[in-house]
C-alpha cells in the first residue's frame, strides 16, 4: 500500500479520489477506498460463512447467539462440570434473567445481574463461565483483575477487558456488547487497610474505582490494541450495558470473616443453636455482602454485584468423577492422546484412587488432578510416538514411583516441614 498516492488515482469501483475518502489503498494497477474494502469483505463473508454457520473466524465462533432455558443451561453445564448445584443454578437463572432482559425491548424496567463466584481455587469458577458461554455462542473474555492498575500508572488499564471482547468478537462491536467477561482474581483488588495513607492504592481500590462504570453499563472509548502503547489509534465505542460480568475469587482467609459475623449474636438460647447448626467445615456457604466488604471490596462494586454464589471445596468422591465422568475428563483426554499414537491406555481403578488422595494432600482442587496426571504420564507420553507396544498399562506401583520422584511430591514434603 502506497502511504502517498497520486492525487488523481480513484477507486476503481466508485470513482472517489483520495480526498474524498479515509484512506485509499493502491497497487501497482489499480486503487480501492476503505468502504468498498469493506463492502467487499462483507460480501465475501456472508456467502463464504452464511450466518449461523458456526464457522470460525481467526479462531473465533461467529455463528448466531442461542438463549436456552435454565433447565438446559443446568444440564449443559453438568456434562463439563462436576458437584457445585447450587453454583450452576445461580448461574443459569442470571444468565438467563439477563439475556430475556435484552431480548425484551422494554427491559428498562429491569437492571443488570452480574454475578460474583467466590470459592477455593480449583472448584471449577473459570470452567463455569467458560462453559455457558459456550453453550450460548457469545463472545467471551477472561481477564485477570492482578494485572489491571489505577490510569496513568504501570500496568493495563480497565479498558483492556473490552479490548479482549472486541477481540474475541473478531472486532465486531454488536456481538461483542452481548458477550460475557469472566475477571478472575477480583479479591486480589481488595483494598489493602481502612486506615488513610499517603501512596494510593493503585492496584486495589483504585482497580475497583475503575471498574465501577464499566461493570454497571456505560459507554466506554476501548483502544482497539491496547491504551497507552498506541495513542494514535481510533477509539471503538462500546456501549457495556448489556455485557454481562461475571467476577470470581478465592477470597482466601474469608472464612474467618464469616465465623466473627456468625458469632456476635445475641448471647441466648436460641443463638447457641444456631451456632450448633453451622458446617464449621465449609463457612464459604454462608457468605455475605457484609463479609466481602470486610475482606476489602467497596460497597459501590459490591452493589455492581448482586448476584453472589459459592463454591464448594472438592471433595474425595467429586475429585473422583471429576477424573473420568465430565466430556473433556482428565483421563479421557489421555486416552485420546494415546490413541493418536496407537496406543490403548489402560488406568486401574487403584490408580485413580492414588491420584485423588494425593490431590487432596497437595489441596490443588482440581487443578491438582491434572497436575499428578502430568507427572505420572510424562515419560510414557515421551516414549509412546517411538515404541512399538500398542497397549500401556499405568499401574499402582508405576504411579506412585513417578509422583514421588516429581518435584511436586518433594516440594509437599517440604511444605508440610514448615507447618
Excluded at 178 to 192: H, T
Excluded at 372 to 391: G, L, V
Amino acid at each position: 500500500m502506497a502511504k502517498n498516492p497520486d492525487k488523481n488515482e480513484r477507486c476503481v469501483f466508485c470513482g472517489r479520489s483520495q480526498d474524498e475518502v479515509d484512506l485509499l489503498i493502491t497497487t501497482e494497477n489499480a486503487a480501492i477506498c476503505c468502504d468498498c474494502a469493506e463492502a467487499a469483505y462483507n460480501a465475501v463473508r456472508e456467502v463464504l460463512h452464511p450466518a449461523g454457520s458456526n464457522i470460525k473466524s481467526n479462531g473465533k465462533v461467529t455463528g448466531d447467539f442461542s438463549l436456552k432455558k435454565p433447565r438446559e443451561m443446568y444440564d449443559f453445564m453438568s456434562q463439563y462440570v462436576i458437584g457445585q448445584d447450587a453454583a450452576k443454578k445461580v448461574l443459569a437463572v442470571a444468565v438467563y434473567n439477563h439475556y430475556k432482559r435484552i431480548e425484551n425491548k422494554d427491559h428498562g424496567l429491569i437492571e443488570k445481574s452480574n454475578i460474583l463466584l467466590v470459592g477455593p481455587t480449583g472448584t471449577g469458577k473459570t470452567l463455569l463461565a467458560r462453559t455457558i458461554a459456550k453453550m450460548l455462542n457469545v463472545p467471551f473474555a477472561i481477564v485477570d483483575a492482578t494485572i489491571l492498575t489505577e490510569a496513568g500508572y504501570v500496568g493495563e488499564d480497565v479498558e483492556s477487558i473490552l479490548t479482549r471482547l472486541l477481540q474475541d468478537a473478531d472486532y465486531n462491536v454488536e456481538r461483542a456488547e452481548r458477550g460475557i467477561v469472566f475477571i478472575d482474581e477480583i479479591d486480589k483488588i481488595a483494598r489493602k487497610s481502612d486506615n488513610p495513607s499517603i501512596t494510593r492504592d493503585v492496584s486495589g481500590e483504585g482497580v475497583q474505582q475503575a471498574l465501577l462504570k464499566i461493570i454497571e453499563g456505560s459507554i466506554v472509548n476501548v483502544p482497539p490494541q491496547g491504551g497507552r502503547k498506541h495513542p494514535e489509534q481510533q477509539m471503538i465505542t462500546v456501549n457495556t450495558d448489556n455485557i454481562l460480568f461475571i467476577c470470581g475469587g478465592a477470597f482466601e482467609g474469608i472464612e474467618r470473616n464469616i465465623a466473627h459475623r456468625l458469632n456476635t449474636q445475641v448471647v441466648g438460647y436460641d443463638a447457641q443453636r444456631k451456632r450448633d447448626m453451622i458446617d464449621k467445615n465449609n463457612m464459604i456457604q454462608y457468605v455475605a455482602p457484609q463479609d466481602l466488604r470486610a475482606y476489602g471490596l467497596i460497597p459501590e462494586i459490591i452493589g455492581r454485584l448482586p448476584v453472589i454464589t459459592h463454591l464448594n471445596a472438592l471433595d474425595r468422591d467429586t475429585l473422583r468423577a471429576i477424573l473420568t465422568e465430565p466430556k473433556d475428563s482428565i483421563i479421557k483426554q489421555y486416552t485420546e492422546l494415546f490413541r493418536l499414537d496407537g496406543i490403548k491406555l489402560v488406568i486401574g481403578e487403584d490408580v485413580l484412587d492414588f491420584i485423588v488422595d494425593k490431590a487432596i494432600e497437595f489441596k490443588l482442587g482440581a487443578r491438582g488432578l491434572r497436575s499428578i496426571c502430568e507427572t505420572m504420564m510424562m515419560d510414557a507420553m515421551f516414549e509412546a510416538p517411538t515404541s512399538k507396544k500398542k497397549r500401556f498399562v499405568v499401574t499402582l506401583d508405576y504411579a506412585r514411583q513417578k509422583v514421588e520422584q516429581s518435584s511436586l511430591y518433594m516440594a509437599s514434603l517440604v511444605n508440610r516441614e514448615d507447618e
